[in-house]
């Protein structure tokens, strides 16, 4: 029997679609067989007595992923969509067929594999052609989130490009508000931009349906069993949106995302409620556990916005931690007191110090105490530029 | 005088003779007849037994950071290349018939030698 790398029983007769790498022979090339199933091949293997060939099964849209660069090489073996790899050992020696059995990835020695960060980079037409939001999501591992906006007198499945780009704007930047919280961090930096950017996969009719993805794909290993950051952020995101105009939905909601995300999402229903009659979002997480849907109309936009104004302008926000004083001192009125996700650092309320708890507080000690969190704005833009904390109460 | 495994359109018409200076990943040092053998020759089972213009040719590049970009790929991929090195040769028409085959590296060319010729004595390796 000839030994031929497009000719193998358990996959049919293969016709390379593309090679991406030649050197005296197709060495990464992707085929198809007549059934239409995909493959990605890569000479993984060679020495004085056969070729060892790794073949990865792939949907349309994962191999565009790939080639496009945002799988890596390594990733296309080492995490196959099928869990599984078709290895081919080829032998030089004509009288023996060539032996092929399946193989879990964990069982390729990473020497035959690409090295991580191994990109292809080719210029990629990646937009969607009538796929499921689920399928892109598992195949290439992104969370989905799907916007159906409804926009006032627009009768085709058309938007207008200032308030689509203010909605999409504002929804990015409430998204990168959430994700300083989980973060801890004050203020949305570079590291927290980049992880939180979603990225336009589509538009599509239905009203009018705007499909995005998270930018980086979710890590199969860590993300999947704990929630991407930025599958967190739509979750946090979602529950907000299903609180409608209820305050004390709203009020409870916001309580662990703190004040900054209540301004950011007021801004958000604004731009939303200023061209949009209702609005529908549909979250698909590469986790099938993970997900959900959310809806909203105008009328509840506008209601919920005015209730969100209330809690920044009027009600400053308090809430009670769990955490270890790191530092005090009654006679600045300073304490600095950190909890396992966020360190509050702020003044002590005069009233406090009325309090024997805070009077007597030991360092290192476990405390629970009541914090206000107040925001100040800028005067000329509006946006929040400063978070500060207050000690009410302290007890153990 | 061209191999008699080759197939009667090979070398292909829009290929040119052989000249200037090209790269090539070999695996002794100096370069050896074994470094130049084409893929069919290694292994024609693989090919079914049909040799064809590509698997009659050889790999090489004009640019030696193709050569060095690829290298580092395939040592870290296919442990054949692991020790490979980059050898320099200066190409003329007795050593055979040449043409651009672009890959991700732009600068591929296809060599198709001659019976006769002895492609690595006129290969080094780069320092």
Redesign the interface.
């Known amino acids: 029997m000839?030994?031929?790398?497009l000719?193998i029983p358990m996959l049919g007769r293969l016709k390379i679609v593309e090679?991406?790498?030649?050197?005296?022979?197709p060495?990464l090339f992707s085929c198809k067989n007549a059934a239409g199933r995909l493959y990605l091949v890569?000479?993984?293997?060679?020495?004085e007595r056969n070729?060892t060939w790794l073949y990865a099964g792939v949907s349309e849209e994962r191999l565009k992923l790939i080639r496009s660069g945002l799988i890596d090489l390594h990733d296309a073996f080492a995490d196959p969509e099928d869990g599984f790899l078709v290895r081919e050992i080829?032998?030089?020696?004509?009288q023996t067929g060539l032996r092929t059995d399946f193989v879990q990835p964990d069982q390729i020695s990473e020497?035959?594999?690409?090295?991580p960060g191994?990109r292809?980079n080719l210029k990629t037409d990646t937009l969607p052609a009538l796929s499921s939001p689920e399928e892109i999501a598992k195949s290439g591992r992104r969370e989905i989130l799907n916007l159906t906006l409804n926009f006032d007198g627009v009768f085709r499945t058309e938007a207008p490009l200032v308030p689509l780009s203010n909605i999409l704007g504002s929804l990015q930047a409430v998204i990168n508000t959430i994700g300083t919280v989980f973060y801890k961090s004050e203020q949305v930096t570079e590291d927290i931009r980049r992880e939180m950017q979603l990225s336009l996969l589509g538009i599509g009719a239905g009203s009018f349906d705007v499909r995005l993805a998270s930018t980086q794909i979710v890590n199969l290993f860590s993300d999947i069993d704990y929630g991407s950051i930025v599958g967190n952020a739509i979750k946090e995101l979602l529950n907000l949106l299903n609180a409608g105009s209820d305050q004390e939905e709203l009020r409870k909601r916001l309580g662990h995302l703190r004040l900054k995300v209540a301004n950011s999402y007021a801004k958000f229903l604004k731009s939303l409620s200023e061209s949009v009659a209702d609005t529908k979002f549909t979250w698909v997480s590469p986790n099938p556990q993970r997900g959900g849907t959310a809806g909203l109309s105008k009328l509840q936009m506008r209601n919920a916005i005015e209730i969100l104004q209330r809690f920044q302008e009027e009600e400053p926000l308090t809430f009670t931690i769990t955490g270890t004083l790191m530092a005090a001192s009654l006679p600045a009125k300073t304490f600095l007191l950190q909890t396992t996700e966020q360190i509050y650092k702020g003044a002590i309320a005069d009233e406090a110090l009325e309090i024997e708890a805070v009077r007597t507080a030991t360092l290192s000690k476990e405390y629970t105490a009541k914090i206000q969190e107040t925001i100040q704005k800028s005067e000329t833009t509006g946006e929040i530029s400063k978070t500060k904390y207050q000690l009410l109460k302290l007890s153990t | 005088m061209w191999p008699e495994f080759y197939p009667d359109n090979c070398p292909p018409a829009e290929a040119e003779p052989a000249s200037g200076t090209v790269y090539r990943l070999v695996q002794y040092d100096p370069a050896q007849a074994q470094d130049f053998k084409t893929p069919f020759e290694k292994n024609p089972g693989r090919f079914d037994n049909k040799p064809t213009i590509k698997n009659c040719g050889l790999s090489v590049h004009k640019d030696p950071q193709d050569s060095e970009r690829l290298r580092e790929r395939l040592k870290n991929r296919a442990r054949k290349f692991k020790n490979s090195q980059i050898a320099e040769g200066r190409l003329n028409p007795t050593l055979g018939m040449i043409k651009q085959t672009p890959s991700l590296e732009q600068s591929h060319h296809s060599l198709w030698v001659p019976l006769e010729a002895e492609p690595w004595l006129v290969f080094n390796i780069m320092s």
């Not at chain 1, 090679?19 to 022979?25: A, M, S």
């Open positions: 000839m030994a031929d790398i000719n090679t991406f790498e030649y050197y005296d022979q060495v890569v000479a993984a293997d060679e020495n070729e080829v032998p030089y020696n004509n020497d035959m594999l690409p090295i191994e292809l």
